[in-house]
């Protein structure tokens, strides 16, 4: 009771004073400029009107004047003088005659006559308008002018010049007769814009006002509509907000727990179950439930000190899992300070510690491919040289078998290296495809024929069903024959004693396309390095560079498709090609 009660208007949120305005300033904002545009554009269409009325006008008086002229005898047209008569009237700045470049032929002021006007402009075209046009310019006091402009064209009788007959110092001051070509002159009326700017100005200051006073009469209705309505939408809001947070904290990504000051749990969300994989009871009957990393750092949080502490941690917990956690723990306390307890909130970050891993490898590759591109060409040279060499040795003692065999050791080992250059080149080497349609059939015979006398002599046995592929797919062929015999190399060189190599090819499921697989009855794979086989650099092999794969993979991966491997050791392996149709 003994409070101060706070003025009525303070019980107003501001979200609606600027609610209000923000829905009610572009209303009367776009009705205010609709106005005063509505106002300038009257004032043009009159200030045109009117020039183009006093333009008619001027000619009619030229037209009686030339008529005059010719019913006299000796007589001459005075048009300069009738210009400079019209020009006096109120609101007329200037009247200008020009022909079709610019020259003025008649001013009000006859000191202009001979001077330009209008060259900025297309005279040429103006000299031809029926209808005028107009601009707003500054004279030469800094006035503002709305200048009306067409072809200057009276009705014109026949007889000599351009208005019949003879007319005697009708433009040149010091001329007596005007006698040009019709039809390329101009006619520019100036009218002083200063009375209707005043009138327009107090126009504007008008409907100024009366924006602003509907603008308030709205505003002040919006906010009493609002206050009507507040005193009905409290009681129903509390429920509402009650079941919403309830609600909220059930569903929100994030775990979250509230443990007492005896730091056992008395509440946790559905996330909190499923990133620690426990039950509600089992965490709510047990304070040992909480993880004791997240307990140790609860304890660490006093009260007066730091209000929220936030940390990543890794616990054990649930199933035995690893987990990374980002953790944030604040006060729970009452009004008068004394702490209730501690709100954890927690974030599952495994899968983010494993894209950065992942990311980490990516960019010590990409190191790798670019250390490897530039030193590829610097091992290269050596190497076409150390073949030469050994190339001509082995012809040169060619009759002595041990130095010719040491000759072609020498020669094998570098195609050996160039190779894995060759192959570390391209696995560095953005994928640069050149897609387009190729028979499957033709694409699978094609590679097979490449390794048919390697297989043979290796006793091999080849066997290709390839019947239920008989479309087109769209891949650069070179990239999958180069996979394929990747792959064949692979399998001649597991099945070291013979065996038979497969490849079928199928309608893939769902996005996947077609299927290639190449299946062989060789040694296999353990079971443990299936997970590494894409990996760059890793090998059983003690010949293998650990490459080979890795190629595949990205070339299929460039094709949109995917590569899986299925192997079981002394069974044989299984290379399955998933590529889209186009």
């Known amino acids: 009771m003994n409070k101060t009660k706070k003025p009525f208007v303070l019980a107003i949120p501001p979200w609606i004073v600027l609610g209000a305005l923000a829905l009610l ?5 776009f009705w205010t400029v609709q106005n005063l545009n509505k106002q300038k554009e009257d004032m043009i269409r009159l200030l045109t009107e009117k020039g183009a009325a006093l333009i008619r006008s001027f000619e009619a008086g030229t037209r009686t004047g030339m008529a005059g002229m010719m019913g006299s005898r000796g007589g001459g047209f005075e048009l300069q003088r009738l ?7 109120q609101d007329i700045v200037y009247i200008i005659v020009t022909d079709d470049r610019g020259t003025i032929l008649a001013h009000n002021d006859p000191a202009r006559i001979g001077e330009m006007h209008g060259t900025e402009l297309d005279l040429e075209r103006i000299s031809k308008l029926e209808s005028v046009e107009w601009r707003q310019v500054t004279d030469s006091q800094g006035t503002d002018v709305f200048e009306v402009f067409r072809r200057f064209s009276p009705t014109r009788p026949p007889g000599r010049g351009p208005y019949g007959g003879r ?3 009708s433009w040149h001051r010091d ?6 070509k019709d039809g390329g002159e101009i006619i520019f009326l100036g009218l002083d814009m200063g009375p209707l700017d005043a009138a327009r100005k107090e126009d504007m200051r008008h409907t100024l006002l009366m924006s602003s006073v509907l603008l308030l009469s709205g505003f002040a209705g919006v906010v009493l509509l609002f206050l009507a309505q507040a005193y009905r939408a409290a009681r129903s809001s509390l429920t509402r907000i009650q ?5 909220v904290v059930e569903n929100m990504p994030v775990g979250l727990i509230v443990v007492d000051e005896n730091n056992k749990a008395v509440s946790l969300n559905r996330a909190a179950e499923e990133i620690l994989a426990v039950t509600e009871e089992r965490i709510l009957a047990s304070p040992e439930a909480v993880p004791r990393e997240m307990s140790d750092m609860a304890s660490r949080l006093k009260p007066g000190e730091r209000e929220v502490i936030q940390e990543e941690m890794t616990c054990r917990h649930g199933d035995g899992r690893v987990l990374y956690l980002d953790v944030s723990i604040s006060l729970l306390q009452d009004d008068g300070g004394k702490v209730m307890g501690h709100l954890i909130l927690f974030r599952d970050m495994t899968e983010v510690q494993a894209l950065k891993r992942e990311i980490e490898t990516s960019r010590r590759l ?6 490897a591109a530039g030193i590829a060409h610097e091992i290269r040279n050596p190497l076409s040289s150390i073949k030469g060499f050994a190339t001509y040795f082995r012809e040169r003692y060619k009759e002595n078998h041990e130095d010719r065999s040491t000759a072609e050791i020498m020669i094998r080992e570098v195609d050996r290296l160039n190779r894995v250059i060759s192959q570390l080149l391209d696995f560095t080497r953005p994928m640069d495809l050149h897609k387009k349609p190729v028979s499957v059939q033709v694409l699978i015979q094609h590679s097979l024929k490449m390794i048919e ?7 091999v046995v080849i066997r290709a069903d390839t019947g239920s592929c008989i479309g087109q797919i769209t891949v650069d062929f070179d990239k ?11 399998a001649l060189e597991a099945m070291g004693n013979g065996g038979t190599l497969t490849v079928s090819c199928s309608e893939g499921t769902g996005n996947q396309g077609l299927k290639i697989s190449v299946t062989d009855t060789g040694s296999g794979i353990e079971k443990q390095h299936l997970e590494h086989v894409f990996d760059p650099y890793f090998t059983t092999k003690q010949t293998g560079t650990g490459l080979g794969l890795a190629i595949v993979h990205k070339i299929i991966e460039a094709h949109g498709g995917e590569v899986r491997v299925d192997s079981e050791a002394g069974l044989g392996t299984t290379v399955s090609l998933y590529l889209p149709k186009s």
């Open 243 to 247: 079941a919403f947070s309830d609600r």
């Open 480 to 490: 999958i024959s180069q996979i394929l015999l990747n792959l064949y190399l692979n």
């Open 175 to 180: 001329s007596s007769e005007w006698d040009q």
């Open 83 to 89: 210009l400079t008569e019209t020009a006096q009237q």
């Open 25 to 29: 300033t572009p209303i009367f904002l």
């Open 167 to 169: 007319m005697r110092g």
């Open 453 to 459: 006398r390697q297989a043979s002599s290796g006793g």
């Open 366 to 371: 990409a190191s790798l491919g670019r250390l």
